[in-house]
């Protein structure tokens, strides 16, 4: 009786062990490169309800103290916010669409459509991945230009309607991963290719639609350099190009910086949580294929 008692303890301790080596030192692990990671973020938001005084004052206020919620106003009243946020939209909402349409239009066809040539066109349409968008932008721009297109939206969202690269490789390898018997059993039953994309890859791909969703709105509502090369009003600007316009105009108001840096920041935070599930899912989906 108590060599059994003696091996259920140690049975349990071994037990204890094994949580505490597979479980809890990860996650504490995880929690503290977290709260690091957290820090300038944590930092810009504390400035941003600071005064004027407190902003670098020593010993750092992680707590403002006094607190001003009145500098989200004020950054608000100081700039055109809001019709920065209306183009912001503008060219990081519209280009969703035309990356996930064309994106798994060409990726169904690589994937799941046999044609001559498709083994020699799929490694040049991924090798367009290794040319730096440096190389192109010159020329790029020369093209909008001759067309009479540049200081508009269209230079932005255009492009986006024929997909990108990474995209289709994305969704091609989504693809190949979903068994060519659904493919075969309704072609027998008469559906046209276009049905079949339609009703049936699309309906799975949700995971990694969302994944290309939310890598093109990211790009769309960061881009700098492409908005700066091509619209030159201010009323036409994204929030990135008025944060720069911002710091010029406002250079020693740092809270009301940090405060408009805050509103540009929160969007994307919230729609990655929002999708995270499903993003996360494409990612491991479109990886282990």
């Known amino acids: 009786m108590q060599s059994e008692l003696s091996s259920q303890k140690e049975l349990n301790r071994l037990k204890r062990k094994k949580v505490i080596k597979k479980t809890v030192i990860p996650h504490v692990v995880l929690i503290f490169f977290a709260i690091i990671f957290s820090l300038p973020f944590i930092w810009l938001v504390s400035t941003s309800f600071k005064t004027p005084e407190n902003v670098f004052k020593m010993p750092p206020q992680w707590i403002p103290r006094p607190f001003k919620p009145e500098n989200y106003i004020n950054a608000v009243k100081a700039i055109p916010f809001f019709t920065y946020v209306k183009n912001t939209l503008i060219i990081s909402i519209i280009p969703i669409f035309g990356q996930m349409i064309a994106s798994a239009l060409v990726a169904y066809s690589f994937s799941k459509i046999d044609w001559k040539g498709k083994k020699i066109l799929f ?3 991924m090798a367009t991945m290794m040319l730096p968008s440096q190389v192109t932008m010159v020329p790029v721009y020369i093209i909008w230009s001759k067309l009479g297109l540049v200081n508009t939206f269209t230079p932005l969202i255009l492009p986006s309607l024929f997909g990108s690269a990474f995209n289709i490789f994305l969704l091609r390898q989504f693809f190949a991963g979903i068994p060519d018997s659904y493919i075969e059993a309704s072609r027998i039953d008469g559906a046209s290719e276009f049905r079949i994309f339609a009703q049936i890859l699309l309906p799975l791909s949700k995971p990694v639609l969302t994944s290309i969703a939310l890598f093109t709105f990211m790009g769309g509502w960061n881009d700098f350099m492409t ?22 105009q406002f250079q020693q108001q740092w809270e009301l910086l940090m405060a408009a840096t805050v509103l540009f920041t929160v969007p994307m935070i919230i729609i990655f949580f929002l999708g995270q599930k499903q993003f996360m899912e494409g990612i491991v989906m479109t990886g282990f294929k």
């Open 227 to 248: 908005p700066l090369m091509y619209l030159n009003e201010s009323s036409k600007w994204p929030l990135s190009i008025g944060l720069q316009a911002f710091t010029f």
């Open 123 to 125: 490694p040049i349409v």
